[in-house]
C-alpha cells in the first residue's frame, strides 16, 4: 500500500486510482470526511486496510460486522471500507442498512469482536465517516483513532491472505426483537415518531407498533435526501416540528431520532421542547427509585442537576462528569460499573441490567415507554415540572476550523482558568471551579456554569450555560464567556443563539 497522495484533486486520473484523505477526518472518537471532497473511495479502501492492519496489530480475532446508514453514498463507501478490510485478511460480516446500535448489537448477536458503522450520524448530507470498535460494546476512542490515523496516513496498511465476505440476514429482525423483549405497555400511549425521514425510519414506527403505542408519523419515509430537515433530536428546527406535531394530534409526546439512530429527543405533552440533560435526570430519577445507590455519568455539557437534584441525592446516587463523546462516555459507564452516562447530545448509555453499554436512541425509547408505564398517572409535562427549574441554552456552535480550534480552545481555557485565579467574576458572580477535563466549565459560587469546549465532529466550537436562578443570570452568563471566546478572531458566528 502506498502513502496517500498529498495532491489528489477531483475530476484527475489519479483521483479514480490514489487515495486521497483530510487527516483532519480522524476525529477523537470516529473518523468523518466531506466526500468526496476530503475522501475519495481509493481513501476509504486505505482506511479499510488500515483498520484491519489495527485489528492484526492489536491481536484482535479478524472478524468484523459492517453496516451502512440510509444515504445515498453510503452503501459505495462501505464498499470500498469492505475491500480494504479483506485485502488486510479480515472476515467481512455485512449486515446490510443499518442504524448505528443496531451494528454494535451485532457484534453481541453474531459475537464478533469488531465493529465497523458507516455514518455520517447526525451531520448533513456531502458527509460520511466510520465509527468503530474492537471491545464490545466500547468504540475507538481519541489513542485507538491516533494509532489508526498513523497507520492510514503514513500508507503502512499491511495486505495479507485469509480476507473474506459473508452477507449476513436477519440482524434487523434479531435487534428489535431485543429492544422489545416481553415488555407490552398497559397504559394507552400516543407519541410522535419523528424520524426525519433517516434511517431510524425503517425501524422506529414498527418498535412502537409492536409495544403497544399509537404512532403519530412524522417524517417516517425513508428520504436520503432529507427533504424536511437535517435528522438531528438537539437542532431546534427539528425539535420545533416535533413540537407542532404534538400540537396537531394531541399525542402524549414525541420522540425524536438522529440520522443513525443512537441519539433520541423528546418534546412533551405540552409541546416543550425538554433538552436531553433533563430527560436523563427524568430517567434517571425513575432508575434511582429501582436501583438505590447506584452511579450515573454526565458529560461536561449537562444540567448541573445530577449532582444537586434531591430526589436523586435522597436515593443515594453518585455523579460523574466527564468528556463530552460516545467514546469517552461508553468507556466512563463501564470503566467505573456506572448504571447510565447521559449526554446532552441526546447519547444515553444504558450498562446492565438495562442495556449493554453502548448508546442507542431505540433502547432509550423503549425505556421512556416503561417509565411512563410506570407513573400510570403523570405526563410527560408533570415529569418536567418536577425538576428543580434551571434556565439553559441549547448548545451552540460557533464556528472554528478544524485545524485551529483546539489551539484556540487550550488559549480559551488558559483565559478562563487565569480568571478563576486571579479573582474575576462571571455574571457578577465568584467563579467556584474551572473543570477542565473537556474544555472549560466555569462553575459560579451558585451552582450556575458556562462551558466552552472544541467539537470532535465539526468545524466548530460548543458552547452551553446554566443557571439555577434566572434566564437574566444565564444570558448574563453567556455573554461574559462570549465575551472571552470573542478575543479569538478565528471564532465566526453561532449556529443558533439565545
Known amino acids: 500500500m502506498t502513502r496517500p497522495a498529498a495532491k489528489v484533486t477531483q475530476n484527475t486520473w489519479s483521483f479514480l486510482r490514489d487515495a486521497m484523505i483530510a487527516p483532519t477526518g480522524f476525529r477523537e472518537y470516529d473518523a468523518r470526511w466531506k466526500y468526496p471532497d ?122 495479507r491472505p485469509g480476507g473474506g465476505y459473508a452477507f449476513v440476514d436477519g440482524v434487523r429482525e434479531a435487534y428489535l426483537d431485543d429492544l422489545i423483549g416481553d415488555f407490552r405497555m398497559s397504559r394507552r400511549l400516543k407519541v410522535v415518531c419523528a424520524t426525519g425521514n433517516g434511517t431510524a425510519s425503517a425501524f422506529a414506527p414498527e418498535l412502537f407498533e409492536r409495544i403497544g403505542v399509537e404512532v403519530v408519523p412524522s417524517h417516517n419515509e425513508l428520504d436520503y435526501t432529507f427533504p424536511n430537515y437535517n435528522p438531528n433530536p438537539e437542532a431546534m428546527e427539528m425539535l420545533h416540528d416535533m413540537a407542532a406535531s404534538v400540537r396537531a394530534s394531541g399525542a402524549d409526546f414525541a420522540l425524536g431520532f438522529d440520522g443513525d439512530g443512537d441519539r433520541c429527543g423528546v418534546v412533551d405533552d405540552e409541546g416543550e421542547e425538554i433538552f436531553a440533560d433533563k430527560v436523563g435526570v427524568i430517567l434517571a430519577r425513575d432508575l434511582a427509585r429501582l436501583y438505590p445507590g447506584a452511579t450515573f455519568v454526565a458529560d461536561v455539557k449537562s444540567t448541573g442537576l445530577f449532582a444537586s437534584d434531591p430526589e436523586l441525592l435522597k436515593h443515594g446516587i453518585k455523579a460523574d462528569y466527564w468528556k463530552t463523546g460516545h467514546s469517552h462516555m461508553k468507556r466512563r459507564v463501564k470503566d467505573i460499573g456506572a448504571l447510565a452516562g ?24 423503549v425505556e421512556i415507554c416503561k417509565l411512563m408505564d410506570r407513573n400510570p398517572g403523570k405526563s410527560m409535562s408533570d415529569l418536567r415540572k418536577a425538576l428543580p427549574r434551571t434556565f439553559a441554552t441549547p448548545t451552540m456552535s460557533p464556528y472554528c476550523a478544524d485545524t485551529e480550534k483546539y489551539d484556540v480552545l487550550a488559549r480559551l481555557v488558559d483565559r478562563l482558568v487565569a480568571l478563576h485565579e486571579t479573582g474575576g467574576r462571571i455574571a457578577g458572580r465568584p467563579i467556584a471551579q474551572v473543570v477542565t477535563v473537556n474544555g472549560a466549565r466555569v462553575i459560579l459560587d451558585n451552582g450556575a456554569w458556562g462551558l466552552v469546549r472544541a467539537s470532535s465532529n465539526t468545524p466548530n466550537l460548543v458552547v452551553v450555560c446554566e443557571s439555577p436562578d434566572s434566564e437574566a443570570e444565564m444570558r448574563a452568563i453567556f455573554a461574559d464567556i462570549d465575551a472571552v471566546i470573542r478575543t479569538e478572531p478565528a471564532v465566526g458566528a453561532y449556529d443558533q443563539t439565545i
Not at 103 to 132: C, E, I, R
Not at 349 to 363: E, K, N, S
Request: with cysteine; aromatic share 8%; glycine share 14%.
Open 38 to 159: 476530503e475522501i475519495n473511495l481509493p481513501g476509504i479502501t486505505a482506511l479499510g486496510l488500515g483498520l484491519g492492519t489495527q485489528m492484526h496489530r492489536r491481536g484482535i480475532r479478524p472478524e468484523i460486522a459492517v453496516g451502512n446508514d440510509y444515504r445515498d453514498y453510503s452503501l459505495s463507501i462501505k464498499n470500498a471500507l469492505m475491500l480494504g478490510l479483506m485485502q488486510a485478511g479480515i472476515q467481512v460480516r455485512d449486515i446490510g442498512p443499518a442504524v448505528s446500535p443496531m451494528a454494535y448489537f451485532s457484534q453481541f448477536h453474531l459475537d464478533v469482536p469488531a465493529v465497523a458503522m458507516v455514518t455520517a450520524s447526525h451531520n448533513p448530507n456531502g458527509w460520511t465517516g466510520v465509527k468503530m470498535g474492537f471491545d464490545r460494546p466500547l468504540t475507538h476512542g481519541p489513542e485507538e483513532m491516533a494509532e489508526l490515523r498513523d497507520i492510514v496516513l503514513a500508507g503502512a496498511g499491511e495486505p
Open 342 to 365: 447521559f449526554e446532552k447530545s441526546g447519547h444515553y448509555f444504558l450498562a446492565g441490567p438495562i442495556g449493554r453499554g453502548y448508546d442507542c436512541g431505540l433502547r432509550v425509547a
